[in-house]
């Protein structure tokens, strides 16, 4: 390779991350046949392992912030804190799923191997400064993710979900790949400044509005369905209730968090001179979300398709901090996405461990007399609820108050008007299972459920104590997102 094509020592730390999870997950699939028949505990171990030493090297890259590769990667603040949150979705992950996995007889060294490629794939996103490098990433992360859907192969809701998720996936990353052939086209570049700068006509002739309007909306289609906003979220309740729970909480958390660092980039870089044009498409797509989640969630008796609709009323929340268009607006999307990472991750991670062997018991009555019999799991799971109906002292209230403050600077009264009004209705299913759990007497479920394994009881702590803290200090997250959000324009 001439000397002029090597990458750099800065262009290697850069990708340090993505490197340590990539590693790892090849070791794991190599180390299979060793450790395999002597603990089915130590494929875990060592994604621990990865994954600390993976959020390490996330601080130890931002040290060194920059671009690399010639601008295909950039690491500053606004990619290290996406980086930072999924690799922690991903340790919450692997805490929770242990038990989970050795209660299904389910085989752990492909699970952990496919977990860590997926976050290095949201890893790569997060950082991407060049759409192609966008798109590997994407599908990196995808397609680890529809195998993990499916990895309960004897279940045929595991099975369903995994081949729903792969067909419409592959049909919304074509729309995401013509938009890019089509800025390609029109603009003669795939990096987002000089798109933008195309777009301005800062370096030549302005490129054609037309084409750049189209590209959006066809980059909007494949990344609307990834981060399950309407209308294209009609596969969210069918994937998150068939496919492994773990695997669920992880889905609903780390790849649309990722997705939406992918929106921000591109939408706030690449066509922030265009703001005008695509933000009535985001506006009614926020609208529809929040509206279409809210009210079919109110409709399930299963809670994890109830969760799934909730997950698509919380995407519609997002986009309207993204129809805001602003500094304020991005930042108010990252902490949100950090606050709902937590209380999601929780709440799924509760429902697996009461779900019993073969996920038997997922509907709402199955949770009645919870408090009784497990006062502890029912008080964190009352936390996180509470989180995601936004009550005060919950990182849940702060992430919509900034998400509602950021719309009305932005003179999106309307839209904030109607988004408070959905909240007040998602506030009815989520009490529905609080009741359950306190006013009921134990269903067959409570009776049969197994203490909490030391992995999950850590997970369960860990989500709670993030959310509470992020609704009592706010701040401290808040400020290095405000910080961060600057550098996204």
């Not at 922690?88 to 050795?102: A, D, K, Y």
């Not at 592959?170 to 995401?176: D, G, I, L, P």
């Not at 995407?315 to 993204?322: C, D, H, I, N």
């Not at 403050?405 to 008007?417: F, I, P, R, Y």
């Amino acid at each position: 390779m001439p000397a002029d094509l090597m990458p750099s020592s800065g262009d290697l730390i850069r990708i340090l991350p993505e490197m340590v999870l990539t590693v790892m997950g090849t070791l794991l699939m190599v180390l299979d046949p060793l450790l395999h028949k002597r603990s089915s505990n130590a494929f875990g171990h060592l994604s621990l392992v990865a994954l600390a030493a993976a959020l390490g090297a996330t601080v130890y890259a931002y040290a060194n912030e920059g671009a690399a590769f010639g601008g295909m990667i950039v690491v500053d603040g606004f990619a290290t804190f996406f980086r930072a949150l999924v690799i922690v979705v991903g340790i919450l992950t692997v805490l929770s799923s242990c038990r989970f996995l050795r209660r299904q007889d389910a085989e752990t060294s492909a699970y952990h191997a496919l977990l860590l490629f997926s976050i290095a794939g949201q890893s790569m996103m997060a950082a991407s400064g060049n759409l192609i490098v966008v798109f590997i990433a994407l599908e990196i992360s995808s397609i680890s993710s529809y195998v993990l859907t499916g990895y309960l192969r004897d279940d045929p809701r595991s099975n369903e979900a995994a081949l729903k998720y792969f067909l419409l996936g592959s049909f919304a990353t074509a729309f995401f790949l013509y938009g890019v052939a089509l800025i390609y086209g029109s603009t003669g570049t795939i990096d987002l400044l000089a798109v933008r700068a195309a777009a301005t006509g800062q370096a030549g002739p302005i490129a054609a509005p037309l084409f750049l309007g189209l590209a959006a909306a066809l980059l909007f289609v494949g990344l609307g369905f990834k981060v399950s906003a309407a209308p294209f979220q009609i596969w969210a309740p069918d994937v998150y209730q068939g496919a492994p729970t773990p695997v669920t909480a992880f889905l609903s958390t780390g790849p649309k968090a990722a997705a939406f660092a992918v929106f921000l980039r591109i939408f706030m870089t690449a066509f922030e001179p265009g703001g005008g044009g695509w933000e009535p498409l985001v506006w009614f797509s926020a609208l529809a979300s929040m509206t279409i989640g809210n009210f079919a969630a109110l409709r399930q008796s299963n809670v994890k398709r109830m969760l799934a609709y909730s997950s698509i009323a919380h995407a519609g929340y997002v986009l309207v901090a993204l129809t805001a268009r602003s500094a304020v607006g991005a930042s108010a999307v990252m902490f949100y996405l950090a606050a709902y990472a937590f209380m999601n991750i929780g709440a799924f991670a509760v429902v697996g461990h009461l779900s019993g062997k073969g996920e038997r018991y997922q509907d709402i009555e199955d949770f009645g007399g919870l408090g009784q019999k497990q006062p502890l799991t029912a008080a964190l799971f009352t936390v996180f609820l509470l989180s995601l109906i936004g009550v005060p002292l919950t990182g849940g209230f702060f992430g919509k108050f900034y998400i509602f403050k950021a719309a009305l600077e932005s003179h999106l009264v309307w839209l904030t008007v109607l988004g408070l009004l959905n909240s007040a209705v998602a506030a009815y299913y989520y009490l529905r299972v609080l009741v359950m759990m306190y006013f009921r007497e134990p269903s067959q479920a409570v009776n049969e459920i197994e203490p909490l394994a030391p992995g999950l009881r850590t997970a369960l702590f860990i989500s709670a104590a993030a959310t509470l803290f992020l609704g009592i200090f706010p701040n401290w997250v808040l400020d290095f997102a405000g910080q961060s959000s600057t550098l996204v324009k």
